[in-house]
């Protein structure tokens, strides 16, 4: 039988990247791990384009224009997100990846490859609906481009780390072993991969990394099924030229957007000590802060650095839920970072994450009391009500042992959530509605979803705002309400 392997023996490959990733809620954002793949291919003596489908008209003209014009001997396809993880408004995206299958399948018959967040997540779920060849997870900028060498030199890929594969019709998943992320690079050259400017008048952010990895336990998040968890730190001082070069590049917003920016706190306080030693001209931020390692010296040192605002997620300010959705600290510790941040001007969005285990009328209550009581009106507060449940985590068995999921791992790829079944989840909307009603500064999953945001970022991107926007949503709101709209 003839495979992909047995095809190739050339010295370079044509290699076609598309990200697939379309949604503008709520704002695009720029394809980091494509553009990371991309370019290491590329420095492995590949010829690459990247095609960015985000702002596409017409997705379908483009990926076969694409395909027509550069004839790759491989299409990768990075996939973002399985689904916008909203309980009240979901969104299944891989229904809209198929019809972009069907185009590229229609154009090429060279193999495609799987990658991205969402492959990584729910790898064999998504490669059998899209019926791809191969898919990449885990450190996706190191295993792309040894398939790439293994499919030109003709060489078997059933021992290639990281790689799901099909062997006479049976999907083989090899684990991933492989560390990615030198720690010579914190971001691609965005300009090189995709239009940079669209995303601008998006007021999108520049996406950096000072790691990747993740060591905490939180129930329900898969990052360390996405990158591992094992830190791989960034020399700072690299991370400190990265941001330079796209501050001189004209890309001044920039977002850190490692799992968690603050963890381990000592990188963190380096790295703030390197960009506050140059003279860089960004704008800074991080909306993944943990209030376990959150204290004035970081806050001082993050105002040195550069930053003009920052996130605390902290998704309960109830011991009970932070409890049964292993935060890994209390709401003692919540509170603290509250005193913290009004000691110090830089905004703050905190982010909550009702409904988890353990959640009751109660516990929903003190935290929107810490809501009202605590955060400044200059700040915001997101309240996002369910839990999106994935295979493999530790919130799948709690749900299954207590009969809220029913449906078999395999079947779970379509968004299902988790709520307490202590707890109404309409009337916890309800409640964040009224406590919406009477502070401004306050914003649920459904402001998120509003059909003018994108209008609203190019509004405040021409008149000359700045980031983060977020910091405006008091004004946002009541302008919105003055025309009639229910926000």
């Not at 997870?137 to 481009?145: P, R, T």
């Amino acid at each position: 039988m003839t495979t992909y392997v047995d095809c190739f023996a050339v010295l370079i490959m044509n290699v076609l990247i598309i990200c697939a990733n379309q949604n503008v809620f709520p704002m695009p954002v720029m394809p980091i791990g494509a553009c990371m793949v991309a370019e290491a291919a590329e420095q492995a003596g590949h010829t690459v384009t990247l095609l960015d489908l985000m702002f596409k008209k017409d997705p379908i003209t483009a990926i076969r224009s694409a395909i027509r014009e550069c004839r790759p001997d491989v299409t990768g396809v990075s996939i973002r997100n399985i689904d916008n993880n909203d309980m009240r408004s979901p969104v299944f995206f891989i229904h809209d990846m198929m019809p972009l299958m069907h185009a590229i399948r229609s154009e090429t018959t060279t193999p495609v490859v799987l990658g991205g967040a969402a492959l990584s997540v729910m790898p064999n779920e998504v490669m059998q609906v899209l019926n791809a060849d191969f898919a990449v997870f885990g450190a996706g900028e190191v295993v792309f481009s040894k398939l790439l060498e293994r499919l030109m030199n003709g060489r078997p890929v059933n021992d290639l780390e990281g790689l799901l594969y099909r062997d006479n019709g049976t999907l083989r998943r090899n684990p991933s072993k492989t560390s990615g992320f030198p720690d010579t690079c914190a971001a691609p050259d965005y300009q090189r991969w995709i239009k940079v400017s669209e995303y601008m008048t998006s007021m999108s952010t520049t996406p950096v990394q000072t790691k990747q990895g993740c060591q905490f336990q939180c129930v329900y998040c898969t990052y360390r099924n996405i990158e591992g968890q094992t830190y791989r730190l960034t020399d700072p001082a690299n991370v400190a030229v990265a941001v330079s070069r796209l501050a001189a590049a004209g890309q001044r917003d920039i977002e850190f957007v490692d799992s968690v920016f603050n963890a381990p706190y000592e990188h963190a306080m380096a790295v703030c000590e390197s960009l506050a030693s140059v003279r860089h001209g960004a704008r800074l931020q991080s909306l993944d802060l943990n209030p376990a390692f959150f204290d004035d010296a970081l806050l001082l040192a993050m105002e040195r650095a550069g930053f003009v605002g920052m996130g605390m997620t902290v998704e309960s300010a109830s011991d009970p839920v932070l409890q049964g959705l292993r935060k890994g600290f209390t709401s003692r510790e919540v509170h603290r970072a509250a005193e913290v941040v009004k000691r110090h001007r830089l905004p703050c969005a905190w982010i909550f994450m009702l409904g988890g285990p353990a959640e009751t009328p109660e516990t929903v209550r003190e935290t929107l009391h810490f809501a009202e009581h605590s955060i400044r009106k200059q700040d915001v507060a997101f309240f996002n009500v369910g839990i999106r449940i994935y295979p493999g985590t530790e919130l799948e068995t709690i749900a299954r042992k207590q009969g809220v999921l029913t449906r078999s791992p395999g079947d779970m790829l379509a968004p299902v959530f988790y709520v307490s079944p202590e707890v109404d989840p309409a009337w916890m909307v309800n409640e964040v509605k009224k406590t919406m009603g009477s502070h401004l500064n306050f914003i649920s999953s459904d402001s998120l979803n509003l059909s003018v945001l994108p209008a609203i970022h190019r509004a405040g991107y021409y008149l000359g705002a700045r980031t983060p926007l977020w910091r405006h949503t008091r004004f946002i709101r009541q302008g919105l309400r003055m025309v009639g709209m229910d926000v």
